[in-house]
Nanobody, 127 residues
């Protein structure tokens, strides 16, 4: 079964960087894609970025393009989210998610497409 554990969150000053990790307890191909979502207090869960295991095709939300990069390491079954130039509006709980193993060329961007979720890691960006 797919079990996801996020790490790397914390408190950082605006303009700083954080690197989030999502460890997958199963093999990478147990899911086709891995995604990052975030949810701030009082707001809906928001898509951030996603990547496919087999091809490395990735998608990023417009709000993070040029600042965030998603990558994966099959050797360690780990997906990363490198976050640079962080802004206070990036403050949220960040969740790692995995979709179904069925092949898709591009990862989905809708939360409903992801069936496995981590517990989340808090990212707080101060002004």
């Amino acid at each position: 079964q797919v079990q996801l554990v996020e790490s790397g969150g914390g408190l950082v000053q605006a303009g700083g960087s954080l690197r989030l990790s999502c460890a997958n307890s199963d093999r990478p191909f147990a899911s086709n894609s891995m995604g990052w979502f975030r949810q701030a207090p009082g707001k809906e869960r928001e898509f951030v970025a996603a990547i496919t295991w087999r091809t490395g095709n990735s998608i990023r939300a417009d709000s993070v393009k040029g600042r965030f990069t998603i990558s994966r390491d099959a050797a360690t079954n780990t997906v990363f989210l490198q976050m640079n130039s962080l802004e206070p509006e990036d403050t949220a709980v960040y969740y790692c998610a995995a979709d179904r193993p069925a092949y898709r060329r591009l990862p989905p961007t809708e939360a409903i497409e992801y069936i496995y979720w981590g517990q989340g890691t808090q990212v707080t960006v101060s002004s």
